[in-house]
């Protein structure tokens, strides 16, 4: 915990999974002074109120803002640019602006005009989530030894950008700088184009006749099971990062494509020896990622048999 807090006062806009594991976090950690909050429907901010997901819901972002010296952007990707577009002007002089949207340049290019001068505009994203969403689907541990990756730009000011990764730390993660267009790269390679793939794997197996739903349901216990919870993700942020991370994705994409065919045609042609080494060479990336502590090499995809 320390000595001081780090912020007075954080506003979130947007009350869904990241902002409340944000505010869960925060409060765990004694890290802020007062949280303020506010979400696009009267629902969602009744929920956040009825749950004390924050210390103060209120019903427009301007408003949220008002003598805050951390915001915090946590809606859609598609959002950033409105919501900034309304509360630039009610932004207090010295505060700092993130956000935690999935993609970088596209929200950099949408909020960026609207923040004043005087005030520090620090892009941020944490490689942590879940496939649900809502004011009530957050919790503390969520970005506990996960990665934020902070894109501050060149003119950043070094202070807000230590103190904001000092917050992120607070909150159990690990920070690392990156730039913009860079993290668009990577995001497309570890977690767009997978999210794609699993979207479309799952559409597959609703198409196919030949296997009848309640079979997929049954049986889904090797592989398909994992497509389908990351399938189950929000559509409307996903819509939003594939709109917003084009040129990245499908660049990904297109390299994909040519390794499916390379790998279709290898079992065409019965060329055990193509996908055994292919096998071989991906069996080292999990372990790799396991090495890393981002996973652990628990049996059954991961899962605790409690959850
Ligand atoms: P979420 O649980 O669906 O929450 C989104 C919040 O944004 C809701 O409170 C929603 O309000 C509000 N909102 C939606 N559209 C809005 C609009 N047009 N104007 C104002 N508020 C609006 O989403 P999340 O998972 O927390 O995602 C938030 C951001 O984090 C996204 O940019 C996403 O890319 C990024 N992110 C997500 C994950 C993940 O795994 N989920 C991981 C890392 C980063 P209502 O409830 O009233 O509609």
Redesign the pocket.
Known sequence: MPDAPLYERVAF????????SMAHAMRRGGLVGETVGT???A???DVAREIGLVDRVVDS?AEAVEGADLVV????????G??AEEIGPKLAPGATVT?????KRA?IEAVGPHIPEGVHFIPA???????????R??FATLFDNRFTLIVPSEGSDRDAVGRLETLWQGMGAHTEEMDADHHDLVLAVTSHTPHLIAYTMVGVADDLRRVTDSEVIKYSAAGFRDFTRIAA??P??WR??FLHNKDATLEILGRFTEELFALQRAIRTGDGDQLFDYFTHTREIRRGIIEAGQDTDAPDFGRAKTK
């Open positions: 806009i947007g009350l869904g999974l990241i902002a409340g979400a696009r429907s629902d969602t901010r972002a952007l946590a809606v859609p990707v598609g959002a950033m409105g919501v956000d935690v949207g999935s993609v929200v994203h944490p490689l942590a989530g879940t496939e649900h969403s809502g004011p689907s957050g993700s929000d409307t942020m939003d990062v």
